[in-house]
């Protein structure tokens, strides 16, 4: 067994096989390796991948039928879930184990190409010993002689390609339906890719055909990358399925595998594979590949797209791509800037490793985390000194958890301290008034169901002394996009005063109303400008006119109706002298004679007598006492 040194990560990679063992060489001790600095790390066993023909073709160190125990008894096969160019994925069941897995076979078609089956073997064994979080763990690989198939069984994850939850996502944002973490998902899930290809890498691994389609985003957050069926080990020869093209048509979308001299998928290969020369190839053409997936997550297409896979090779080698902002203008421009430079034509360009792309993206998240955060403790501070300066008590209701939150002002206009009184929604509603309580809930459900477009109500809280405090009561509901309210928040103020105030000024109203309806004279009160502000019933008849004629009207129209006592017209110039409150400080008179109904004059004095309550005597009101002449 020999050992090649010449990989990333200082982790050795064996490419050979004990042609006289029958079983897979799997070394699964591990071993102590000193470094330069003295300390003493764990070193991952050698990856083996060659493949070496024995007698009759099989290969040697894979499972038969017979040492496998029959293995087709142990599988129970379940519907094809998917193909690939040339694999099939199929569900089944573990017999022994009861549990779900995946089979992957060749493609029934390839089975008697012999450089195929040793590519399928290869893959089982590189993604078999690729034991990292972001890789499909392999149970088992089972080959057979002759004519049989070789197929290996993996976990079976459930979920979606990143290239279906890309193209989603942007679908939504285009419809306006964008989810608030649709992108930080995406990103994220892109940074575990970066983090399993480093260490793929690391083994001296290069994928060769990384695409959002070779991503899947399992149901419960887990991130794998796919179908290392092209994979190459560094520092290894090519076996003849690249050293001569393999008898197939080029596909007819850009987007599937070649296999063969040009190994790769065209939308998203790195310019370099275009060439076919596999020695030139190395971890920078993941790099590239890294960059079209990421391309893809901020576009929702490939950095290439054309009408066939010849259009869209010549695209890859001669044309850079169109910038992510160009197509969506919010994408972060730091963001932009890694992608870009991870799909430069020379591999020089791109960045050092997959592990610098993927810090790249980390850092820039942490950046916007960081300055979140800090906009968060402004806004929490400026919201602070806002309740703090406020008389108005807030509060803010969580519809979906019931949690409530009362400000220490809330508490404190029905006379709790913030530590007395806890932050529950019973705490409110248990100190509703009586009589007000059923209203003022239905109220608020009304408003937080949509019946109602704002919510503003004056009701009775119980003060901790046992009186009650009147309360105007604003709240206005927070809903989602199909309407439904989540979060209602609003502010009590206390008007207990102002209601007091209010009795106190209708109580006065009260007594004002009862002494002028009581007296016996007619009282008008009038403005500057001669317009009637209020009369009593006494003045109306007074003046031979109805109620509803008096509210309102003009005294100096009203006067035109009249004589003076001599008989002509009302002096219109002697009323508005009258109206003066600026003449002289005694009272003036003036007799006119109104007409009735009933034809008999009605000769009747109007007294002027200023009303105090504005500084400006021009602009106060006058009082007019009219009794009979």
Not at 146 to 165: D, I
Not at 226 to 238: M, Q
Not at 332 to 355: F, G, M, N, V
Not at 498 to 512: F, S
Request: glycine letters at 8%; aromatic letters at 6%; a negative charge.
């Amino acid at each position: 067994m020999s050992t090649d040194k010449r990989n990333e990560g200082g982790k050795p990679l064996s490419n050979n096989v004990d042609a006289g063992s029958r079983q897979p060489v799997v070394e699964l001790k591990r071993t102590a390796v000193y470094t330069p600095s003295g300390s003493v790390e764990s070193q991952s066993p050698p990856l083996k991948t060659t493949v070496s023909d024995a007698a009759g073709g099989a290969d040697p160190s894979v499972q038969t039928v017979a040492d496998a125990a029959l293995p087709e008894l142990r599988y129970a096969m379940g519907q094809l879930h998917a193909e690939g160019g040339i694999g099939q994925v199929w569900l089944a069941r573990d017999t022994q184990l009861d549990r779900e897995v995946a089979i992957k076979t060749l493609r029934p078609e390839l089975l008697e190409h012999s450089q195929l089956r040793k590519r399928f073997i290869q893959e089982a064994r590189i993604t078999g010993q690729l034991e990292h979080p972001g890789i499909v763990p392999v149970h088992e690989l089972v080959g057979a002689a002759g004519s049989a198939a070789p197929f290996y069984s993996m976990r079976f994850v459930r979920g979606r390609t990143l290239a279906e939850a890309a193209t989603d996502y942007h679908r939504k944002r285009l419809a306006g339906e964008e989810e608030l973490l649709g992108l930080v998902a995406l990103l994220n899930a892109f940074v575990t890719v970066c983090n399993t290809v480093a260490y793929a890498h690391s083994r001296g691994v290069i994928h060769r055909d990384l695409k959002g389609d070779n991503v899947l985003l399992g149901d419960f957050g887990e991130v794998f990358v796919l179908d290392w069926g092209i994979a190459k080990v560094l520092g290894t020869s090519e076996d003849a399925a690249d050293a001569r093209p393999v008898s197939h048509a080029l596909p007819s979308k850009p987007v599937q595998t070649i296999e063969g001299q040009i190994v790769g998928t065209p939308a998203y290969m790195a310019p370099e594979q275009t060439e076919g020369r596999s020695a030139r190839i190395d971890s920078r053409a993941d790099i590239y590949g890294l960059g079209a997936i990421l391309y893809e997550i901020l576009t929702g297409r490939p950095p290439f797209v054309g009408s066939n896979t010849v259009e869209v090779l010549a695209m890859v080698m001669r044309d850079a791509p169109v910038p992510p902002s160009q197509i969506w203008p919010d994408v972060p421009r730091t963001i932009e800037a890694a992608c870009l430079r991870a799909l430069s034509k020379k591999p020089a360009d791109r960045q050092d490793s997959a592990a610098a792309l993927g810090l790249e993206i980390q850092t820039w998240q942490e950046v916007q985390r960081r300055q979140a955060e800090e906009e968060l403790r402004r806004s929490r501070e400026r919201f602070e000194l806002a309740v703090r300066g406020s008389q108005d008590g807030l509060w803010d209701w969580d519809l979906l958890t019931n949690e409530v939150f009362f400000s220490p002002r809330w508490k404190s206009i029905i006379g709790y301290e913030d530590h007395e009184l806890p932050n529950h929604l019973d705490e409110w509603e248990q100190r509703l008034h009586p009589d007000e309580r059923e209203r003022v809930l239905s109220a608020n459900y009304a408003h937080i169901n949509g019946t109602t477009s704002h919510y503003e109500y004056e009701y009775r809280l119980r003060h901790k002394d046992g009186s009650y405090r009147w309360i105007l009561a604003r709240g206005v509901a927070l809903r989602d996009a199909d309407g439904k309210a989540y979060r209602m928040a609003g502010s009590h103020v206390d008007i207990t005063a102002w209601k007091q105030m209010a009795h106190n000024l209708e109580t006065v109203r009260r007594q004002y109303r009862a002494v002028v309806e009581s007296v016996p004279c007619g009282i008008l009160v009038v403005d500057p400008h001669g317009n009637i502000r209020d009369f009593n019933a006494q003045a109306a008849q007074a003046l031979g006119v109805t109620g509803e004629q008096l509210a309102g009207a003009s005294l100096i129209d009203l006067c035109r109706r009249a004589r003076g006592e001599d008989g002509s017209p009302a002096d219109a110039g002697a009323i508005r002298v009258l109206l003066r409150t600026d003449a002289e400080p005694e009272p003036r008179g003036l007799v006119l004679v109104f007409g009735t109904d009933g034809g008999i004059p009605n000769r009747v004095a109007l007294e002027a007598r200023p009303m105090d309550g504005c500084d400006a005597a021009d602009q106060s009101d006058t009082m007019i006492i009219i009794h009979s002449a």
